[in-house]
């Protein structure tokens, strides 16, 4: 959407421009993450960051005050309220465009993509277009099931894949028992739910790590130490400087946070720098630990498992999962508990997948991905996160070659840029590639 809304606003061409914005949801959502309706459901980033402008960080949130909503610059506000600024600043787009410039959006699923003379016949709903370029705006996919022996849990409808599922809580009676694959953000957002809906049944929260996001603390900044890493190609390296300015922060009342949050100026450009066996390196020992300073939840949304784990509601696992059974009202989960020998067993009348999107894009069950990489039109990158492209967004494909026809921004970019799911990075890309798509058209 950003990039629609960017598009829309170049004003340097006279050529006439078709943007053609194709959906598989209706035009009132906003991805999964956006499109509920619940105030529950809060932003990870305070307001005064989230514009939709680099040049005006603090966009959102003077629209925000601008409605009448009683918003400082470090409230979490609901999500809701971000899809339509979002969609707000879309219609304004619309609105105040050049007349060479039009936008046609389709609510469908694109099947497949052919390139026939050097463009692009993208095909949805049984018919078919032509298109100069085309952005693979993917989104996120659903979790990758776990690689268990026994797969019969998958016929069950007591075991929901994709924890964005519009009747996820259908069937959940009040009192039933509850497992969350996962202690991630999604984790933390389903405790808010259910704790919303006056849920009492037992919940497990299992995952491998069975670590929970950091909360938000303050956010006062911290110098930024860049000029001592720069130069460092091992993350052992850089670990041992983070490390040291940990302990230096904490002296002065600051948390890790603020640490990290100093680095992100710097965070593609380092991650850029290491070698693949540093990136696996990271991903394998580090990344969840990092993850959870990194990426962390407002205090109003973190003291709701709080609540339930001092009641006794919420346990948190750590531990691997070895096969789960389904029966007639309930699903079996076996797992071997972390340092222990000896399995354990659970039950739940609802298992609920959060280990986070599926970016092995060989793996991911969507008809256009199959279709584009057996034409060798788009690959994984080296670290399968997601496709292998250029830091500019433009798509490799299988041969190795910067294919001039298709483009990249956001998730999808996460091995190539690591930094970029936040608004500052994905504003900063759109507006970037914007004006490229159409000089290069």
């Given at each position: 959407?950003?990039?629609?809304?960017?598009?829309?606003?170049?004003?340097?061409?006279?050529?006439?421009?078709?943007?053609?914005?194709?959906?598989?949801?209706?035009?009132?959502?906003?991805?999964?993450?956006?499109?509920?309706?619940?105030?529950?459901?809060?932003?990870n980033v305070p307001a005064?960051?989230?514009g939709a402008f680099s040049?005006?960080?603090?966009?959102?949130?003077?629209?925000?005050?601008?409605?009448?909503?009683?918003?400082?610059?470090?409230?979490?506000?609901?999500?809701?309220?971000?899809?339509?600024?979002?969609?707000?600043?879309?219609?304004?787009?619309?609105?105040?465009?050049?007349?060479?410039?039009?936008?046609?959006?389709?609510?469908?699923?694109?099947?497949?993509?052919?390139?026939?003379?050097?463009?692009?016949?993208?095909?949805?709903?049984?018919?078919?277009?032509?298109?100069?370029?085309?952005?693979?705006?993917?989104?996120?996919?659903?979790?990758?099931?776990?690689?268990?022996?026994?797969?019969?849990?998958?016929?069950?409808?007591?075991?929901?894949?994709?924890?964005?599922?519009?009747?996820?809580?259908?069937?959940?009676?009040?009192?039933?028992?509850?497992?969350?694959?996962?202690?991630?953000?999604?984790?933390?957002?389903?405790?808010?739910?259910?704790?919303?809906?006056?849920?009492?049944?037992?919940?497990?929260?299992?995952?491998?790590?069975?670590?929970?996001?950091?909360?938000?603390?303050?956010?006062?900044?911290?110098?930024?130490?860049?000029?001592?890493?720069?130069?460092?190609?091992?993350?052992?390296?850089?670990?041992?400087?983070?490390?040291?300015?940990?302990?230096?922060?904490?002296?002065?009342?600051?948390?890790?946070?603020?640490?990290?949050?100093?680095?992100?100026?710097?965070?593609?450009?380092?991650?850029?720098?290491?070698s693949l066996d540093e990136?696996?390196?990271?991903?394998?020992?580090?990344?969840?630990?990092?993850?959870?300073?990194?990426?962390?939840?407002?205090?109003?949304?973190?003291?709701?498992?709080?609540?339930?784990?001092?009641?006794?509601?919420?346990?948190?696992?750590?531990?691997?999962?070895?096969?789960?059974?389904?029966?007639?009202?309930?699903?079996?989960?076996?797992?071997?508990?972390?340092?222990?020998?000896?399995?354990?067993?659970?039950?739940?009348?609802?298992?609920?997948?959060?280990?986070?999107?599926?970016?092995?894009?060989?793996?991911?069950?969507?008809?256009?991905?199959?279709?584009?990489?057996?034409?060798?039109?788009?690959?994984?990158?080296?670290?399968?996160?997601?496709?292998?492209?250029?830091?500019?967004?433009?798509?490799?494909?299988?041969?190795?070659?910067?294919?001039?026809?298709?483009?990249?921004?956001?998730?999808?970019?996460?091995?190539?840029?690591?930094?970029?799911?936040?608004?500052?990075?994905?504003?900063?890309?759109?507006?970037?590639?914007?004006?490229?798509?159409?000089?290069?058209?």
């Amino acid at each position: 959407m950003l990039l629609t809304i960017n598009l829309l606003k170049q004003d340097f061409l006279t050529d006439e421009i078709t943007i053609t914005l194709i959906d598989r949801n209706p035009e009132s959502d906003l991805g999964p993450a956006y499109s509920s309706n619940e105030e529950c459901l809060l932003l990870n980033v305070p307001a005064c960051r989230m514009g939709a402008f680099s040049a005006e960080p603090q966009h959102f949130l003077t629209w925000a005050q601008s409605k009448g909503i009683a918003a400082t610059p470090w409230d979490f506000l609901p999500r809701k309220l971000y899809r339509e600024y979002i969609q707000e600043l879309l219609q304004r787009a619309i609105s105040e465009r050049k007349k060479n410039i039009s936008l046609k959006r389709i609510q469908g699923e694109v099947t497949d993509i052919r390139v026939i003379e050097g463009k692009a016949e993208v095909f949805v709903n049984e018919k078919s277009f032509v298109a100069d370029k085309v952005v693979l705006a993917l989104g996120n996919f659903p979790p990758r099931n776990l690689p268990i022996e026994n797969l019969s849990f998958l016929q069950s409808k007591r075991y929901v894949q994709n924890p964005w599922s519009e009747d996820l809580f259908q069937s959940l009676s009040p009192n039933d028992p509850v497992i969350l694959i996962g202690t991630g953000q999604t984790t933390v957002d389903l405790l808010v739910r259910l704790h919303h809906q006056n849920h009492q049944g037992k919940i497990i929260a299992l995952s491998r790590h069975g670590l929970f996001p950091l909360t938000h603390s303050s956010f006062e900044q911290y110098p930024s130490f860049y000029g001592e890493i720069k130069n460092h190609v091992h993350v052992v390296d850089i670990l041992r400087v983070i490390r040291n300015h940990f302990t230096k922060a904490e002296k002065i009342g600051l948390d890790k946070n603020a640490v990290i949050d100093s680095l992100r100026p710097y965070t593609q450009e380092l991650w850029f720098k290491l070698s693949l066996d540093e990136k696996r390196s990271f991903l394998r020992h580090l990344f969840r630990y990092f993850e959870i300073i990194r990426s962390r939840i407002p205090r109003e949304n973190a003291s709701i498992p709080n609540q339930m784990l001092s009641s006794g509601q919420l346990t948190i696992i750590k531990g691997r999962i070895t096969d789960m059974v389904p029966a007639s009202n309930h699903i079996e989960v076996h797992y071997l508990p972390h340092g222990n020998s000896e399995m354990k067993m659970e039950t739940a009348a609802l298992i609920i997948n959060t280990i986070g999107p599926e970016t092995d894009y060989t793996k991911v069950d969507s008809l256009l991905i199959k279709n584009l990489l057996r034409r060798g039109f788009i690959e994984t990158d080296p670290l399968h996160l997601g496709l292998n492209a250029m830091p500019n967004g433009t798509v490799i494909n299988s041969d190795a070659a910067a294919n001039n026809i298709f483009y990249t921004l956001g998730f999808t970019m996460r091995g190539i840029l690591w930094e970029i799911l936040a608004a500052p990075e994905i504003r900063l890309q759109a507006e970037q590639l914007a004006p490229s798509l159409l000089l290069n058209t």
